[in-house]
């Protein structure tokens, strides 16, 4: 066996001969059935050389469109936000670009400061007193607080509001399986959760309550008021909120609202828009839930010197613990994504997120009054919000619009058709980013009305037709 080719012909031809078989067919076919097996080689090509590839892969790359090719008002939970050059700088320094998850931790006494002070920093936004090194992505974080409220609890049912994110709800619903639990989804109303149906959703087996906050409408929730109706309805109900760590430079922190839990997608962060990622999920939670969250929990110390150094305190996977006690089996803190995500929040500083949020809160006040102002487009609701918002389109092709922009330069924002479909066919939603100038949304909606109108049009001509 060879340092890069992981089994040779001859080490092939000794491990068959000692099972005794005589050939890796032979092997398979006694464990799959001769008609499930491919009968030809598969139809690969050739293989080429370093510049064919590189051309070849040059090529797909050309074929897609980033943030950075369009202005884009696309967010639905990922967000165009700019990232300073000091992130970058930083997160390739290789003490943190070449680390994986620190199995020998003590060792690597930088990499758990900078856990540490991200879980300061989390906490510090959130106002819940305890915070892990992060997990995936935002629904994750939203399954594993869900599953955290049923190992305090031991109750079954998730009540979570309509207005979380979709692939949160899908994904809830995906592990609940596993959990024995059930979802119960409480609808909308007029943009925010509708409080009598929440109310009336709770019972003495519900183990945890969601919400999200702003929704996935954009619309600012009544967190407080949700959190009192949860429990009144169910005594040991675990309240979760899931949060754009963004817009709490303007809202009120989850820990003061009545949340136990903070959970959310950490992108907007400092993590640029890269295809689907990079991403991290943040968790934050009450004291006495420290010893049921998952993943890793870095903390403070003093060495024999008295000298200050850091250790994993907390390490509740399957891997350190009996399995029976393990809250999760998350592999990964997302380290190098969470530095992102704590170097941002140190380049910002405590008077900059606050000013960030309010530059967002008023640049989306202005295109939200802006668009609604066009001839075709309507406010899907009227609520406050911070960052997003969802108009309709009546009697309009959505998904058609979006393409006409996208043929202009400008990508308007997600077709709720996408993600609701037969609820919202003719709604769009729209993120607004500092990134996002008066220019470049005057320019959205001069194109919102061209596209409009260019489809009232045509249905006219075909009618008269």
Sequence with gaps: MTRYTPATDADQEAMLAAVGVGSIRDLLAEQIPEALLLQEPLDLPDGQSEQEVYT??????????????????????????????????????????????????????????VMFEYQTAISELTALPVSNASVYEGPSAVAAAAYLAKLVNGRR?????????????????????????????VPLKDGVTDAEAWAAAFDDDTSSAVVQQPNFLGAVEDVQALAD????????????????????????????????????????????????????????????????????????????????????????REQHIRREKATSNI???????????????????????????????QRTHYARTTLAAVEGVELLHEQPVVREFAVRLPGVDVPQVVAYCQDHGVNPGLALTRTHEGQFDDGLLVAITEQRTKDEIDTLARLLGDAIAAQRTGARQEVSA
Excluded at 295 to 315: H, M, S
Excluded at 340 to 352: M, T
């Design 331 to 361: 592999c990964t803190s997302q380290a190098l994504n969470a530095l992102a995500g704590v170097v941002y929040l140190s380049w910002l500083g405590r008077e900059g997120l606050p000013e960030l949020a309010n530059l967002l809160a």
């Design 56 to 113: 070849h892969l040059r090529d797909l790359a050309a074929r897609n469109t980033s943030a950075e090719d369009e202005v884009t008002f696309l967010g639905a939970g990922m967000y165009d936000h700019y990232v300073p050059a000091i992130i970058d700088m930083l997160m390739g320094r290789s003490e943190f670009l070449t680390p994986y998850t620190p199995y020998q931790p003590e060792v690597s006494q930088g990499g758990l400061q």
């Design 157 to 185: 049912r998730i009540v979570v509001s309509a207005g979380a994110h979709p692939h949160t709800i899908q994904t809830l619903r995906t592990l609940a399986v596993g959990y024995g639990s059930e979802v119960v989804v």
């Design 229 to 316: 109706a949860a429990r009144a309805g169910g005594p040991k109900a675990v309240v979760i909120g899931a949060y754009d760590p963004i817009t709490l430079g303007v809202l009120a922190p989850p820990g003061e609202v009545g949340v136990d839990v903070a959970v959310g997608e950490g992108q907007s962060l400092g993590n640029r828009l890269d295809f689907g990622g990079p991403s991290f999920g943040f968790f934050a939670a009450r004291e006495a839930f420290l010893r049921r969250m998952p993943g890793r929990i870095a903390g403070e110390t003093t060495d024999v010197d008295g000298r200050r150094g850091f250790v994993l305190t907390l390490q509740t």
